[in-house]
């Protein structure tokens, strides 16, 4: 298994080998799908939207809609107005959504099409809306695309004229799956603190069977949710890779105080998201909030000999493995490789406080780097056990060392999208996953002599 | 049985009047046995919610890409190159020696100041550090969208390339909005291999082995151009290059030394077919490796075209060996299947193929498409003088080729390969909508609006896609299958395959999943009442 891949490594400054991050408007349309009745279009040739249908489609083996410009030569050559017009009719014709989130791609973008005009220029059918992102592949990652479709969100869709507070909190959950958007809105829900999140893909990318389908499942955000955020009492946004973007644009069109905080993934980060939910509403904490946290920490004094002392490679989006980092610390194991492929300064100074808190020095940890180089730290000093998406298989079965599956994409397993790793139950799961991993390798590899009934 | 008729006039009644013209062209019900015009191969119309991708993901994804030991770099932003990492199933062993670059994922991530200032130089960089750090056998380069906009010359840098680095580099401008579909693509890629690596290795005479095959259009998806080599092995042939499956960039340049090619995605590769008979003097048989039946025609037509008469008594021996192996266990999934419906819509091939096999376990396949076939996948190749080619067709560059004085060589003499031609279908492919039953629907560039409205009125028991409708198909409790991946299973292809095939679909049709869609509550009357009240339901 990647057997061209050398202990030595050699200096790489063009070429990417096995990326760490994929292109902008598969985070968009992500996004758009947290929208109720929204469908998302992308702007480019149809290659670009098959890939991106195609890859969410398997990640959540669940049916994701999108349409697309299908930009041919002519369109290249003349600039791809008139097919974006046409396809916003013929969309609202045939697929009546309430909502079309437009994204760009490289091709549209390298084109230089002006979104804002041609949409103005389009006839959009009454009580209908169109909002639009820009999401070049040339900048940033699928992040980068996911921040931008929710920026957009609040740019398109607040109402600006302040009326007076809806009681409500905005919060922004970051790009985690819909399993662990649903789980934030419990513990809100526990807290009884009134909440509109946005984007909010629960219940539409994990949508039941019930022998009907529906193009526009029950779940997502509604327009006017989205249209009265300006009247939230404060914005807690999730990620400030994700989420930052879309906080503080609803705090400069509409002065909501936005708190940008990390994912709740592990136990400091989830108490920091309680504590800051505690500071903004004067409320106490949910007794069944707490008491969950009180079996998370029961979990970790029972079984940290699991895992204590293992070193750990972690790869993936920079608003998952920040916290994550932060959570193995917390288990007694050793963050040795954190590494991204979304470029970012504000990712290598989080990893390095949270590594120089800790005591911790000499673990590596790079943004904008790829699988390759990673693979090539670990064989150069080998980890325990690798943390990240399903692409990290290959590394794993190479190193024969286990792979806790985390984040976008996971192609090969289920439940990401079923079950939260975020929150004190989340956490739970975490722990369960890795000591699991951990004790099924030692069962599968020790002699009979030492293998143990209890452990 | 339904009325097509109505359903097809239903379907294309809620398109505004521009798309219903549209449409309108690219739906057929076949009536009965005479062949009607479909179009194919054209425009997608903007908004339209199709399965279709693009060149990009024809030539690199469908056929450079399985090359095992080159490495190919997608020049472009990140995600095109991505997307196409593992997830076609192309799969391949390199043989002793050689590299294997199959699961690893290649691209120049451009960045902004590229797009601005040009790509070139990252790209000449990006090959460098391919050389230095895999030494492959050979390098492939791959335009995506952005590149062609920008004016990046590929073809020059990958001239400079391959002196410098004395390896072929091999260039494709391949950006994703040319032409319709992925088919322009499979041309694009075509016309490079013909004109730059098929012809250039020669076997010496001593070393060449009797009855030696090509198999184009194949590209080993879960193994299937294993199990199709070994039966072709056991018979006594020997298959020198497969394209592109499990093939090594030397496979590929050898491919004119053999004696015959069989052609099994006929969209996908035709071109070589074709050229290569013009060039190298050896014809192109079209087969069908799926299902038992098509199996067993296709291996008596190859031994037909030899006409050695060994080689005719060995495939007898060989399919009465695999028949007999497989035939309870067919026997078994066709009782289960047994006069179920079935709708096929796949690229420009297997929606063809997999017919014959759904038949032998006993379904019909009622509607059938192509994402992206052309007039003659539909109506065979007899149309293909009348195609009228738009402007995005003309686009994609058409080579011809000349007879190669040296290395031309007949396989068989003239006179015999027109008497075969009357009898085996060499140099020719008579479509998909032959093999359809009076009353079944071709549609073309099938839509997500035309899907959900054919599964309504229809109700299939089997529905064979890709991962785009599968899940939608499934939320209406049918049974769908990726045609493109299997669904992770296979081989499909040959006898062995056609029994996978039969146990995948037997497990999808039945398995138990499908009786809790409507919860009990929801499918009995409920008794309403208090506790007093029992008697009166006893
Ligand atoms: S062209 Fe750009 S937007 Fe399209 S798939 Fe490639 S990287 Fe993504
Ligand atoms: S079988 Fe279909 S999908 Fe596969 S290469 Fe041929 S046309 Fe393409």
Redesign the interface.
Known sequence: ????T?KEI?D????????A??????GAMYAALGIHKCLP?SH?????C??????L??HY????????????????VFGGKS??K??????F???KPDVVAVNT???S???GDDLNDIILSTKIPEGKTVIYANT????G?HVTGFSNMTKAMVTHLVNKNKLIGNGRLAVIPGYVEPSDMAEIKRMFAMMNVPITMFPDTSGVVN?P???????YPEGGVTVEELSDLGNCESTIALGSFSSEAAAFELEKIADVEANVLNVPIGIKATDDMMMKVMEITGLEMSKELEFERGQLVDLMTDIHFHYHGKKVAIFGDPDIIIPMTEFVISLGMIPKYILT?TPGNAFEKAIGKILADAGIEDSKFKAGGDL?ELHQWMKNDPVDMLIGNT?GK?ISRAEDIPLIRLGFPI?DRVGHSLFPVVGYKGAMRLIEKISTAFLDKYDRECDDDDFELVM | MKDMNKLVDKILD???AK?MKNRKEHIVHKESDEISVINANT???????????????GCKGVVIGPIIDMVH?VH????????????RRNKGRAKEGS???L??????????S??VFGGDK??A??????V???NPRAISVSA???V???GDDIHMVAKQAEKEYGIPVLAFSCE??????QSAGHHIANNKLMKDVIGTIDIPEEDKKPFSLNILGEYNIGGDEWEISRVLNKIGYNVLTTMTGNAEYEDIAKAHNADLNLVQCHRSINYIADMIEIKYGMPWMKVNFIGMENMSNTLRNIATYFGDADLISRTEQVIGQEMSEIKDDMAYYKNMCDGKTAMLFVGGSRAHHYQGLLGEIGMDTILAGYEFGHRDDYEGRDVIPYIKLD??TR?IEEITVEKDEKKYRLRIPAERLEELKKVLPLNNYAGLMADMKENSVVIDDLN??ET?AVIKALKPSFFGS???D????????IYSKQMHSYDYSGPYAGYKGAVNFARDTAAGIHTPAWSY??PPWKKEPMLVGKVEGAEEAC
């Open positions: 298994m990647l057997n061209e050398t050699k790489r400054s063009a070429l990417v080998v096995n990326p991050k994929t292109c902008q408007p598969i279009h480019g040739s149809q290659g670009c098959s890939f991106h249908r195609m890859h489609a398997r083996r669940d049916p994701i809609a999108a349409s697309t410009s299908s930009f041919t030569e002519g369109a290249c097919n974006l046409t396809g916003l009719e013929n969309v014709a045939i697929y791609t490289c091709l973008e390298t084109i070049p592949s040339y900048q990652s949508s069977n019930t022998g009907k389908y529906e193009m492929g390759m692409y290959y192609l | 809620a398109y505004p798309v425009r997608t119309i903007p908004g339209i919610i199709t399965n279709r991708g693009c060149a990009y993901a770099i472009g932003p990140v995600g095109c190159s991505y997307y196409a990492w593992g997830t590299k294997n670059f699961n690893y994922c290649f691209t120049t991530d451009m960045q902004e590229d797009i990252k790209l960089q990006a090959i460098k550090e391919a230095e750090t895999f995506t969208c952005p062609g906009l920008i994703g909005y040319k032409g319709v579909s402007a995005d686009n997500h609006y959900e890709g991962v785009k599968k899940y939608m198909v499934q939320k209406m409790g869609t409507i």
